[in-house]
């Protein structure tokens, strides 16, 4: 409110510049420059919300004198007009220069503009006919309707364009952001999570194979397998909500050596070893080992697993199950590897061999 009076006060001044002595002629400071004092308050009070308004307000004080100008020009080759005006100036056409700009800046449609400027166009057209209808006057006319109108309108439409592009650019970025982020989520729950509940359904399978328990016991971890099963396949359902089919996985490993890995698969009681060859230890090889860990705890429960680690070369292979797998294929630990695996420049095959399974990544030298 404070800036909008300000700037009243300060078009009041430049009104009154342009008009009749209010000390010689008070009558006539009354009937042509309050009425334009108040027309612009108008405009300052609609100019923030709607300046497109305010530029229709503001028109009885556009570039209609061509008595001063950004330029004079000589058309005496043309006509007898010697001082042409070009772009006509006048105390208002700074405020007009802004309002027009604003309209540009924070107008979204564009067809209220074009009407206001073919008002303008029209109002023009009827004080160079009025004045005489010369050449000069023409020229002093369509230069002064382009600098204080068009030109300033353009600009504004210009920064408005702009500042969409930029304001997109943002929202993908975050957008892009979030997408990374629930990939990630995403990979440590597969990692992670799918990883622990696999091995769990493991430890229950044992259970339920071991000697000497009571049948309701054998039953209890019978629920327990399937239990653990089932919430693999809820996890599997959610990791395919939060996988992005267009994010990379990225290639650092968890933080656990592969020693570690096997380790605890054996405790959890599975049949697995590890062959770990002289040389070192492939950035991928945690991920490849853990995959294949995984997938043989569930689909292959009780079989034994075989883990081979060269340079050049990741195995992992089981045997035939010694019990039934609930678990159903189609997850998405297979296809985020071997995404993993062509980005560095590996090939990864995963198929029956024999009465089991294997999978096996080689590497680049």
């Known amino acids: 409110m404070v800036y909008d009076l300000l700037l009243w006060v300060v078009l009041g001044v430049f009104i009154a510049a342009m008009g009749p002595d209010p000390v010689k002629d008070p009558a006539a400071f009354a009937l042509v420059t309050v ?19 305010a530029l229709v307000l503001v028109l009885p004080l556009g570039p209609w004198r061509f008595t001063d100008g950004f330029a004079t020009v000589d058309l005496s080759r043309l006509a007898p007009q010697r001082n042409v005006k070009i ?19 924070r107008l979204a449609r564009v067809w209220p503009a074009l009407l206001v400027f073919c008002l303008i166009g029209v109002v023009g057209v009827a004080v160079v006919l009025a004045q005489g209808g010369d050449l000069g006057l023409w020229v002093s006319m369509v230069t002064g309707v382009i600098g204080t109108y068009l030109v300033p309108y353009l600009f504004g439409l210009l920064r408005r364009r702009l500042l969409q592009q930029r304001l997109q650019a943002r929202r993908s970025a975050e957008e892009q952001a979030r997408l990374r982020e629930r990939a990630r989520i995403a990979r440590d729950m597969h990692d992670s999570l799918g990883h622990d509940l696999a091995l769990i359904a493991v430890r229950a ?34 990791i395919g909500l939060l996988r992005e089919d267009a994010d990379a996985a990225p290639l650092v490993p968890v933080n656990e050596n592969l020693a570690e890995l096997v380790r ?5 009681g599975m049949e697995v070893t590890l062959d770990l060859a002289p040389g070192p230890v492939p950035e991928l090889a945690h991920a490849v080992v853990q995959e294949g860990l995984t997938n043989a705890a569930k689909h292959a429960p009780g079989a034994l697993v075989e883990v081979v680690v060269a340079p050049e070369r990741i195995s992992v292979r089981n045997g035939p199950p010694r019990s039934r797998s609930t678990v159903r294929s189609g997850g998405m630990g297979l296809a985020g590897l071997r995404e993993r695996v062509r980005l560095a420049g590996g090939v990864l095959s995963a198929g029956p061999v024999g009465d089991g399974f294997e999978l096996t990544v080689t590497l680049p030298p």
Do not use: C, H, K, N
């Open 205 to 238: 399978a044992g259970l339920e194979m071991a000697p000497g328990l009571a049948p309701e016991q054998v039953g209890a971890a019978g629920e327990l397998r399937i239990a653990a099963a089932d919430a693999t396949e809820r996890l599997r359902q959610i």
């Open 35 to 53: 009425p334009r004092i108040v027309l612009g308050g108008l405009a300052v009070l609609v100019g923030r919300p709607y300046p497109l308004l």
């Open 264 to 268: 605890r698969a054996a405790a959890s």
């Open 87 to 105: 772009v006509p100036l006048l105390a208002t056409s700074p405020f007009i220069v802004w309002y027009a700009y604003l309209t540009g800046r």
